[in-house]
């Protein structure tokens, strides 16, 4: 990071007669205004701001920054204005009594939906919440994410569950990247829902690499620190290349169903009569053109495979690494299916295992920042202000590790969750890895049911060691971050068929 901040003050230097006039303006609404006080915050370097303080962590940076500074905090990242909320009371102002005013998006440059033409087909990155966006939400809601929708697509989802498990059977005593493997099939799950056939063969070379490099490779490049979200007078320059690159990896991943999408409308053109079987006949049914459905499913595909493989390999990495919590998930399985196969209506007695994986969740967030939200007019919060178009975010990772909401927070203790009230519903502000507000993740059910019966499905069919000699006690949890919290060493293991 140190030479990314040397970068930075190079082109700071260059671009000072530029960047002093906004710089200038900041100077005098922030410290000569005695009407507009902004939370505090560790004080700024001229130009730059604080992004030499942010570190390759920043989810860390900022959660020891709140020690000193408080639940609120103000940082200017270059020309910009950033709000960071890092307690449950900071949390619920932001994503309950100021929704609406702070429901905005902030789009980081490299995003193609940043475009007025494109905005309105993403359900994540639409500048605001208007008609459209709704409009967009309920299709998604009612024919994916409902719970009628839900029900018909549980064969699918167990029926993929399956064939992963016959598949590993056939890797017994070989090193298996738990990641390329609930990678393919939650693909599989997603794709069968949306365009009814798989997209990803397991057991293929370079398992599932493809398709999980293109959408690995397109969150690092909208989690890339970017000058032209630092200094938006810059926009039009993309001096690092990100929205080129940006732009190339979605023609890649479009390119992936292009011709899925032709055939359908072609068969549709053949029929007499329209049957709808699954989310792509109807968004073809909505006369969704090609780009939007091109991005919405695009978005899908990659919102929904990514945080799910992160909380699947995390919740794995920790019972690995705590084999007396490992054992009680056994037991439970053993007890609550006995010798059937794993099936959603399992779910609901799997107190232990749902425990185990809130507890994943809340160490190990799968977006330890909420995507970042903007303030549509200015409002007080905390009695603070939030001027309008300020960035806004909230730390969720800080928040779950927080001394003064969690007993012994860095310890992994399912436990805690066992007749406990706090869910992941976004009614709790302690625990939010899914948001909570108009923005709340819209495809939490959908998590809700193949996370678990994925590991459910993993832990009852398989005894899993860590290769070689490793004490399991010791294996490496260090994070990488990204949009999604991802594990920094990928979690290799060991499979044998349980007798």
Not at 174 to 195: D, H, K, Q, R, Y
Not at 303 to 331: F, R
Not at 378 to 389: A, F, H, L, R, W
Not at 425 to 433: A, I, Q, S, V
Request: net charge neutral; with cysteine; proline share 7%.
């Amino acid at each position: 990071m140190e030479t990314m901040a040397e970068t930075y003050f190079i082109f700071a230097i260059l671009l000072l007669p530029l960047l002093l006039p906004p710089f200038l303006k900041h100077f005098k609404s922030t410290f000569l205004s005695k009407t507009l006080p902004l939370p505090p915050g560790p004080i700024p370097w001229p130009i730059l701001g604080n992004i030499p303080h942010m570190g390759k962590k920043p989810h860390i940076t900022l959660a020891k920054f709140a020690q000193s500074y408080g639940p609120l905090m103000s940082l200017k990242l270059g020309s910009q204005l950033l709000i960071v909320g890092s307690s449950p009371a900071a949390a619920a102002e932001i994503l309950k009594t100021h929704d609406q005013i702070l429901s905005a998006r902030h789009l980081p440059h490299v995003l193609t939906v940043k475009s007025p033409e494109l905005n309105h087909v993403s359900l994540a990155w639409a500048f605001d919440c208007n008609d459209k966006w709704k409009y967009l939400r309920t299709i998604c809601r009612t024919e994916l994410f409902s719970g009628k929708a839900m029900e018909s697509q549980a064969v699918l989802r167990e029926k993929k569950v399956i064939e992963m498990v016959e598949f590993l059977r056939g890797k017994e005593g070989e090193v298996v990247g738990i990641v390329e493997v609930v990678f393919a099939t939650v693909f599989n799950m997603l794709s069968n829902v949306m365009m009814s056939r798989d997209f990803i063969r397991l057991g293929e070379e370079n398992l599932g690499g493809g398709m999980k490099g293109l959408i690995r490779s397109i969150m690092e490049v909208v989690s890339a620190p970017n000058l032209c979200d630092f200094y938006p007078i810059l926009g039009g320059l993309d001096l690092q290349g990100l929205k080129r690159r940006g732009e190339e990896l979605v023609v890649r991943i479009f390119a992936m169903w292009e011709l899925d999408i032709e055939e359908r409308k072609a068969e549709r053109r053949r029929s007499s009569v329209s049957s709808c079987r699954d989310f792509l006949d109807s968004l073809l049914d909505n006369a969704f053109s090609n780009d939007q459905i091109n991005y919405l499913i695009g978005e899908l595909f990659t919102a929904g495979t990514d945080t799910s493989i992160s909380v699947v390999e995390w919740t794995m990495a920790e019972l690995i690494k705590h084999p007396e919590s490992m054992t009680k998930v056994c037991q439970e399985l053993a007890t609550e299916i006995n010798q059937s196969n794993p099936k959603e209506s399992h779910l609901p007695q799997l107190a232990y295992l749902q425990a185990c994986i809130k507890e994943a969740l809340r160490l190990h967030p799968p977006v330890p920042f909420l995507l970042p939200h903007r303030a549509l007019v200015s409002c007080e919060v905390m009695n603070y202000t939030i001027p309008k178009d300020a960035r806004v975010i909230v730390n969720v990772w800080a928040i779950g590790r927080d001394p003064t909401i969690w007993d012994d927070p860095l310890q992994f203790k399912p436990e805690r969750f066992l007749n406990s009230t706090l869910d992941y519903k976004g009614n709790d502000y302690e625990f939010l890895p899914f948001g909570a507000g108009r923005r709340i993740c819209p495809g939490l059910s959908m998590a809700a049911k193949h996370v678990p019966l994925i590991l459910a499905s993993l832990i009852h069919f398989f005894e899993w060691s860590l290769p070689g000699e490793n004490d399991p006690t010791g294996l490496d949890m260090n994070e990488k971050f990204a949009v999604t919290l991802q594990k920094e060493q990928p979690l290799l293991l060991i499979p044998k068929v349980r007798k």
